[in-house]
């Protein structure tokens, strides 16, 4: 899910700043030095797959191990798979630094065409699109996001954010709850679930 490099910084959305917004033009942070590795291919040993590291995110014991798992997870989603995707989203990343938001939209057009199943690549176009400030074109890039990944917590977030942002805290507590279910260890998701629940499922007698 990386948008330049990706950083674990999702949640700051909630201090100001759309998460997905804030890791599209955040700079790169190197990976803890503890951080968990891909174990290496060999013969003997099977690769680790997504599936396996999404559930070393869910079972995490603390927030440093979580985060190292996150970051190989982003490093999976990054890849397109075409070094031509690859390079227009590079520069669609450029593009959002310099604040030239409409570039940015036309390049991640071409990703989207040229790599439809990819699923990044409609997350940073959503990133572009609220930056336009077109909350609309950036919800429905969102749900092909994680309809292509279900599992892309960023993405949750996101969503929770905009919902927030339009006073619809029924979904905003739904999207951050799929958020938690994937990512236990995710920024301040639990901060904000203890703050909405009370509104949206009623408060205890």
Known sequence: MRRLPLPICMMAGLLGAPAFVVSATAPVVAAPKDAPKEAPKDASR???TLDDLFARLKAAKDDAEARGVAQLIE???DRSGSDTVDLLASRAAEAMQAKDYPLAVELLDRVTVLEPGWAEGWSR?????YLLEDQ???LADLHKTLTLEP???EAWAALAHIYMASDDKSRALAAFRRAE???PRMGKVHEAIERLAPDVDGRDL
């Open 151 to 153: 599992r892309h917590f």
């Open 46 to 48: 099977a690769p680790v």
């Open 125 to 129: 176009r959503a990133t572009a699109f």
């Open 181 to 183: 279910a994937i990512y």
């Open 75 to 77: 490093r999976r989603l």
């Open 136 to 138: 609309a074109s950036a």
